[in-house]
């Protein structure tokens, strides 16, 4: 059952900043950078990131529940990258997924950016393509192999770059 208030936010106690370490420590370190995996890495709830003031840590709130987490970094340039976005498992199926990454979105623009970025894992590539998202390397995308870079545009381009874009069509010869 999908809760009826859902909100982003910067957490505002010490529980719900432990709460946000927790998710993204178990929902993506513990998933994807196991000791014994391919890309071991621990978790760091003090990287120096996390302080960096350009950059926004933020959870998703049912209620008074934190029940998921983003991280948008905004770069000069007008970039806003999502990182390490987690919904804790016991709330997936709700659609808080599609909840949060709208709220981000919402949030990331009303902060200037022009575009967002994310580094996207298999399982999740097509519900970031539902949203809007297109694979497209980005400065700063990650150099894990198995992550897919990808980049929405949040500003309607140009009507020449619009139909830059579009698929060539393919002309057979008579």
Same mark, same amino acid.
């Given at each position: 059952?999908? =809760?009826?208030?859902?909100?982003?936010?910067?957490?505002?106690?010490?529980?719900?900043?432990?709460?946000?370490?927790?998710?993204?420590?178990?929902?993506?370190?513990?998933?994807? *950078?196991?000791?014994?995996?391919?890309? =071991?890495? %621990?978790?760091? #709830? $003090?990287?120096?990131?996390?302080?960096?003031?350009?950059?926004?840590?933020?959870?998703?709130?049912?209620?008074?529940?934190?029940?998921?987490?983003?991280?948008?970094? &905004?770069? =000069?340039?007008?970039?806003?990258?999502?990182?390490?976005?987690?919904?804790?498992?016991?709330?997936?199926?709700?659609?808080?997924?599609? @909840?949060?990454?709208?709220?981000?979105?919402?949030?990331?623009?009303? *902060?200037?950016?022009?575009?967002?970025?994310?580094?996207?894992?298999?399982?999740? &590539?097509?519900?970031?393509?539902?949203?809007?998202?297109?694979?497209?390397?980005?400065? $700063?995308?990650?150099?894990?192999?198995?992550?897919?870079?990808?980049?929405? #545009?949040?500003?309607?381009?140009?009507? @020449?770059?619009? %139909?830059?874009?579009?698929?060539?069509?393919?002309?057979?010869?008579?």
């Amino acid at each position: 059952m999908r =809760p009826s208030s859902i909100t982003l936010r910067p957490a505002r106690s010490e529980a719900e900043r432990q709460r946000y370490h927790a998710l993204r420590e178990t929902c993506i370190f513990d998933l994807y *950078h196991r000791a014994d995996g391919p890309y =071991p890495c %621990r978790y760091d #709830p $003090g990287h120096p990131d996390e302080d960096d003031p350009a950059n926004h840590p933020l959870v998703l709130m049912a209620g008074d529940t934190v029940v998921g987490t983003i991280r948008i970094d &905004m770069k =000069p340039d007008g970039r806003a990258v999502f990182r390490l976005i987690a919904v804790d498992p016991a709330w997936r199926g709700a659609g808080l997924g599609a @909840a949060l990454l709208r709220q981000a979105e919402a949030y990331a623009e009303k *902060h200037g950016a022009s575009s967002l970025c994310v580094n996207a894992r298999q399982p999740a &590539m097509g519900f970031y393509a539902r949203s809007g998202f297109i694979p497209c390397a980005w400065d $700063g995308n990650s150099q894990c192999a198995e992550a897919i870079a990808m980049v929405k #545009p949040l500003r309607k381009l140009p009507m @020449a770059a619009r %139909r830059a874009r579009q698929p060539a069509r393919l002309v057979q010869a008579a």
